[in-house]
């Protein structure tokens, strides 16, 4: 059995942050009188801090001194922070600990691929920490997603070619970061959005064992 590696992003596949990041970005918006949507959100999905806030920003024509700009990014992230103190393993997606279990048993490279900044902390919390042999998040990485920066930097880490990876993302922005890096992409969520994804399941209940078991060949 060929050992191949497994890379998950983080939020919106293996726990339900986005909701948190949605608050946290809102309070934002509202301090600066624009109008922040959950459909505003989903342009947020697999971007990094800094570019979120630019885009925020874009929605309301509004301009801002960089100083200004660097006390938001803090007060979002402490606001986003404040969430995640009573996070537990419920928070945990439903059908992604078949997976990873199934997967540990099966002796796979498993990897988180993450723009987050709070990665270990929100796997700690969860109890899945140990599931995962690399780590690789927002404090490792300079180029953002389509770049598929940090999934070849996983991939690299867990000393497996990029052409035997598979890319678990919920993200527009994930799907085509897998697919530049050349793996193979798993998209979680519609269909509609994420058309680009070499298979798409609504979420992680839709996997079955055998599909598991055919990537890893």
């Known amino acids: 059995m060929m050992k191949k590696a497994f890379i998950f992003d983080l939020d919106g596949v293996i726990v339900d942050t ?36 630019d885009i925020i920003l874009g929605l309301g024509n509004v301009q801002v001194s960089q100083a200004d700009k660097d006390r938001m990014l803090i007060e979002k992230n402490e606001e986003y922070l404040s969430y995640l103190v ?7 997606l439903p059908g992604v600990l078949k997976i990873l279990k199934l ?21 700690e919390k969860t109890g899945i920490l140990s599931y995962f042999d690399v780590i690789v998040d927002g404090n490792d990485v300079t180029n953002a997603k389509p770049d598929p920066e940090v999934f070849l930097k996983a ?16 993200s527009v922005a994930g ?3 897998a697919n530049i890096a050349e ?8 269909e509609t959005i994420l058309h680009e994804a070499d298979h798409i399941f609504k979420d992680f209940t839709q996997i ?10």
């Open 18 to 53: 986005a909701k948190y990041h949605f608050l946290a970005w809102q309070k934002i918006a509202q301090e600066l009188n624009i109008n922040f949507t959950h459909e505003d959100n989903e342009l947020l999905k697999g971007v990094s801090r800094v570019r979120s806030l």
């Open 86 to 92: 009573d996070m537990d393993e419920s928070e945990i």
């Open 103 to 123: 997967l540990k048993e099966k002796n796979q490279g498993i990897a988180l691929g993450s723009a987050s900044k709070n990665a270990r902390p929100i796997l």
């Open 155 to 170: 991939a690299q880490l867990l000393n497996i070619d990029p052409k035997n990876s598979i890319v678990f993302e919920d």
């Open 175 to 177: 799907i085509q970061a």
């Open 183 to 190: 793996m193979v992409s798993v998209g979680i969520g519609e």
């Open 208 to 217: 079955e064992t055998s599909f598991i078991e055919e990537l890893i060949g």
